[in-house]
């Protein structure tokens, strides 16, 4: 049973596609789209399309001929052309405008259903209403769809502006499907809403960038502290064509150490004698009273105390005569710590005995010599200034801020 509708619908078709359709119908033009003079083909009758090439020239033919002539239409050597830029149909066919818009179905120019298809009963056999594109030519009333409207591009819009201000960018055109529009289930348009092409601009500015940093200059001294130097150049790239600078220093500077400069220290001497008050007590301080060098008057020789001027190493050194017999200790007192102890007098006749220290003083801090112990009564003697108690002292280095910083590098 569903062997015998399905040939009766075919059956149909085939008939309805030798009724009365549309064919365009123009002589030896240069595109098939420029066409649009239309004849109207009866019973047995079909559209045809025939392109003639010469050289490098091209023209087209659109007609209507008689079935019987397809495939060797009078007065053309290729009766039957297949072209490629439409789909690579068949030209000589049945359908309305089919050489104008190969195997696609155009809708007739009046909204009737086909005289030889029973539209009721194929639609109840196959559903025809739901196929549209086969429904709008064969049965459009049947199927409601005399008010279909396939859509069709509006014209493109104007070209917007390059979407950058320098170099090459985009620009884009649209184009809406609404003209017209579709509707009542028409076609929607075929292709791109959107069309863009490249646009060029001027060269955009090119802002400068830095180098790399070049090494490490030279110290600028040879000793103590001082300054060295790196560079770079705004050349990575150069600024161009009212490009932007770079913006920073072109310059680098930071502190460089090298040794420690040799400086002529500050000479401090002093060397007195005779002490007046003979008389010896623990502890007591003896007073040198006559000075014969005092370079920098660094001691007091009316309280016996040295008074160190500036941070160093120092050499002291002590004359001390006594009588025989006595025995009593002396020694350095460096802001009251005892360096150097010696006795003296402890021997069968008069002499006279020598002490030294080297130590470090610091600024401001007092030096003096001291009987220390076992220290009483007239015990001190002096000979026609041949024998005679003294007390020396001499700076024999000075201690810097550079100097204290290298001890501690090393």
Sequence with gaps: ???????????LISARKTVTHE??????????????????????????????????SKTFTLGITDNKNCGAILNYTSAIVKRDVYKKC??????????NRLCQHLKPSKCIDDVNVDCAHINEMFNICTKVDEAKNICPKFCRLCSLVDGNWAEWSWWSSC???CDSGIQTRKRTCTNPAPAYHGRQCVGNDTDTKSCDNQLCPV????????????????CDFGLKRRNRSCSNPHPSRSGDHCFGDSTDVDICTTRPCFTVAPFYAFKSHTVSDKYLADNKVLVFTK???????????????FVAPVKGVYLFTAQICMYTGRGSYFG??????IESNIIAGDSGYYQCNSIDTVTTVNAGEQVSVKCVAACAGDALWEYLDRATSSFSGTLLHMYSNLTIFALKIE
């Design 1 to 11: 049973m569903w062997f015998f509708y399905l040939t009766a619908f075919l059956l």
């Design 23 to 56: 064919c365009y119908t123009c002589d030896n033009i240069d595109d098939p789209d420029n066409c649009h003079n239309i004849t109207e083909g009866g019973n047995g009758q079909s559209c045809f399309a025939y392109v003639n090439i010469s050289g490098i």
């Design 90 to 99: 068949f030209e000589c066919c049945g359908k309305d405008k089919c050489n």
């Design 163 to 165: 979407d950058v201000t």
């Design 207 to 222: 802002n400068g960038g830095w180098s790399e940093w070049s090494d490490w200059g030279t110290c600028s001294v040879t």
């Design 291 to 305: 000075n014969t060098l005092n370079i920098g008057d660094v001691y007091d020789n009316s309280t016996g105390i």
């Design 332 to 337: 350095f007192s460096v802001e009251g710590r």
